[in-house]
């Protein structure tokens, strides 16, 4: 199963994984992460969703613990 919030490009950022339809990389969720919370990532992502946030969690965490 392809993961659908995730999209890597060539086109977009030199092909770095983003979220899909953005620009916005996915290291730089992981990145807020490490010193923030979520709701500080979203209020400087605003065009991300929370729900988006948690699909590449979810997605995250099936990869590594399966």
Not at 9 to 33: K, M, N, S, W
């Amino acid at each position: 199963m392809e993961p659908t919030i995730i999209q890597t490009d060539p086109e977009v950022l030199g092909g770095t994984p983003v979220f899909r339809g953005t620009r916005v990389p996915i290291q730089a969720l992981f990145d807020y992460l490490e010193n923030s919370t979520v709701e500080e990532f979203l209020v400087g992502y605003p065009h991300i969703t929370r729900e988006m946030v948690n699909e590449v969690i979810n997605l995250a965490a099936t990869t590594v613990l399966n």
